[in-house]
């Protein structure tokens, strides 16, 4: 089985512009990224993927592999979906370009799942972490995942799910944290599908999996992702990057 990661990365950031290549500790964001999964040793190959000269020129002259998007695409499904078609790949695994304090163990869960799937019950994969501030909880910034008995998901949404009409109901809350894991088969049916209403309403690009009868494998974890959106975020980075010096 061939598993590859792909960096979906854009230049462009409504509350961060060209964040992937602010400094972080004498490198900048993307390639603090890509040699942190390059460095998990659980791929057989990582690729940057980005439609923008500054992002192409960077990862190109620090001796990475980088693709070249050649169509405009409104999510990063659609953008790893470009750069893999004529791949021979059977795995693909996204993450996140703005998260370059990557999660080992998520990431090595995730593939483990997909080699032990002999009878190919799982089209994706991806990733969820308890929460229970109730702030955190009702801030549609953080989307929620519900699933089955076999950690299937049911469906994902920026409201409350499931509504506490009972409060002592043992119910968790899980975040979904945006890194997935795709049998490429998966990725390509997405990329040739239209968006359905669901996706549409809450902009969820999962939906659209869902909606289509996909099944994603949810796989738990204790540690949150530390992603970078804000200039806060950096200076926070910046500090965790120092600490582990």
């Known amino acids: 089985m061939k598993i590859i990661a792909v960096i979906p990365a854009r230049y462009a950031s409504t509350r961060f512009p060209a964040k992937l ?4 500790g004498g490198k900048t964001v993307i390639m603090r990224t ?9 791929f057989d190959d990582v690729f940057v993927v980005t439609d923008a000269d500054a992002i192409f020129n960077e990862v ?5 592999k980088v693709i070249r998007s050649i169509k405009t695409h409104e999510s990063g499904s659609d953008r790893i979906a470009e750069a893999v078609q004529d791949m021979d790949v059977d795995v693909v695994v996204n993450v996140q370009g703005d998260e370059p304090f990557i999660n080992k163990a998520a990431l090595k869960a995730l593939v483990d799942a997909f080699v032990s799937d002999v009878n190919q019950k799982i089209d994706l994969g991806s990733v969820m972490f308890e929460i229970k501030d109730k702030e955190a909880i009702e801030n549609p910034n953080n989307v929620k995942v519900i699933v089955d008995q076999q950690n299937f998901a049911l469906y994902f949404s920026r409201s409350v799910i499931p509504y506490p009409r009972e409060v002592n109901s043992g119910v968790r809350y899980m975040k979904h944290i945006g890194i997935y894991a795709f049998r490429k088969q998966a990725l390509m049916d997405f990329y040739s599908l239209p968006m359905l209403s669901l996706e549409a309403s809450e902009k969820l690009e999962q939906l659209r999996y869902l909606e289509y009868g996909k099944r994603i494998k949810m796989i738990e974890t204790d540690q949150g992702s530390i992603g970078i959106d804000t200039l806060e975020d950096l200076i926070e980075a910046r500090k965790l990057l120092a600490s582990q010096a």
């Open 21 to 24: 290549m602010q400094d972080l």
């Open 60 to 64: 190109q002259g620090n001796g990475g």
């Open 34 to 42: 890509y040699e942190a999964a390059v460095n998990t040793g659980l």
